[in-house]
C-alpha cells in the first residue's frame, strides 16, 4: 500500500499515512464543512489495514474538534477496536497540549469506550 499525504487547510487537518511503519497521524484543526467527505477516504484506507493482521500506529495531534469530526473518530475508534480484539496491536498516540483539558479529556473518553486499543497519552509543553 502506497503512502498518502494530505495536506492541511484552514479547516482539515493534515494526515498522513507511512505504509512501512503502519503509521496514520492527524495533526492540525478539524472543523471541515463536511466531514464525511474529508474523511471518507481515510477511513476506506483503514478499513482496508483492518482487513489484514496488520499492527497500527495512529497518531492524534489536533488542536481543535468540532462535533462532526469527533463522530468520524468514534467510528474510526470503533473499527480500530474491533482490529485490536481480533488479536492485531492497535496503538494511538494522543498528543495534547499540556494545559488543554477538553483534548486530553476526549482522548480519555476514547480509552475508556476502547478498551482493546493501546493508549499513549503525550502532553505538549511547548
Not at 475508534?77 to 474491533?82: E, G, K, R, W
Not at 482522548?107 to 505538549?124: R, T
Request: proline letters at 4%; aromatic letters at 12%; a negative charge.
Amino acid at each position: 500500500m502506497s503512502d498518502v499525504h494530505i495536506k492541511s487547510s484552514d479547516r482539515t487537518p493534515e494526515f498522513k499515512f507511512i505504509s512501512s511503519a503502519c503509521e496514520l497521524s492527524f495533526s492540525g484543526e478539524s472543523y471541515p464543512e463536511n466531514a464525511l467527505s474529508f474523511y471518507k477516504p481515510i477511513l476506506e484506507k483503514i478499513a482496508i489495514l483492518c482487513e489484514s493482521d496488520t499492527p497500527l500506529v495512529i497518531k492524534f495531534k489536533l488542536i481543535y474538534m468540532n462535533s462532526s469530526s469527533l463522530g468520524i473518530f468514534r467510528n474510526m475508534m470503533n473499527t480500530l477496536n474491533a482490529h485490536a480484539k481480533r488479536g492485531n496491536k492497535v496503538v494511538v498516540v494522543w498528543m495534547h497540549f499540556d494545559d488543554d483539558d477538553d483534548t486530553r479529556e476526549i482522548g480519555e473518553d476514547f480509552h475508556e469506550l476502547f478498551s482493546s486499543i493501546e493508549f499513549q497519552f503525550s502532553p505538549i509543553t511547548d
